[in-house]
């Protein structure tokens, strides 16, 4: 069973070094995974950026850090057209409702949901401010769907993740500079970012373990 962490075959002769595998993404599947309107359902309005932040709601991943630094700078009165999409259950997930609340038209809380991918294929940007991460399956299928990433440099996303393939941010006002310059969001389809890396796709996994075994 694979987990969200690198999984590490040890080879058994000396002479051979550790193979480290990366959790497997059903690449070709996703990529050929038919949209859906998913803004129409939440009646996202077509001009906003559309800002995805999938994880469970815990300290750790930062959505209630995130969330107060955005009302510490006025984000929610001076940027209306932005509106940040939380999906995942957890400990804090009545804080993150409170503000969904309090920002109906800003900050959507989801709760558990199963169409993770199908969220992806609507949104402008992967978000995910973690203090502590393996390696999120939900940031290789981002990739995967050519989403661009947003997240910290923890954990083995410092291996997989680097200033060509995502943004790779340690401060919460770079966030805010990146999302807000909305010239990335086209040229970004076009960069670097919409590419998984080789390592972690699913059938590449698949013939390291098969020649190994």
Known sequence: M????????????????LQILYPPVEYNKLINLKKINIRE????????????????VEIHKGQITFL??????????????????FSGVGLQ?????QYAKKY??????LGFRKDVPQLMLSADYFLLYSSSEGLPIS???????????????VGELKHVLNDNNSFVITRLNKIINIITNKQNIEKLKLSEMR??????????????????F
Do not use: H, W
Request: aromatic residues 12%.
């Open 2 to 17: 694979f987990t969200f962490y690198s999984i590490k075959i040890c080879r058994l002769r000396l002479n051979k070094k």
């Open 41 to 56: 359902q939440l009646k996202i309005p077509k001009e906003n950026v559309m800002v995805l932040y999938p994880a469970r």
């Open 68 to 85: 107060k630094y955005l009302e510490k700078i006025n984000f929610f009165e001076d940027y209306k057209d932005f509106t940040f999409v």
């Open 93 to 97: 997930d009545k804080i993150l409702i």
């Open 104 to 109: 109906p038209q800003q900050v959507l809380y």
């Open 139 to 153: 940031i290789l299928e981002a990739m995967s769907l050519g989403l661009p990433v947003i997240t910290t440099p």
């Open 195 to 212: 590419k998984l890396p080789s390592s972690c796709a699913c059938e590449n996994i698949f013939a390291v373990i098969e020649e190994e």
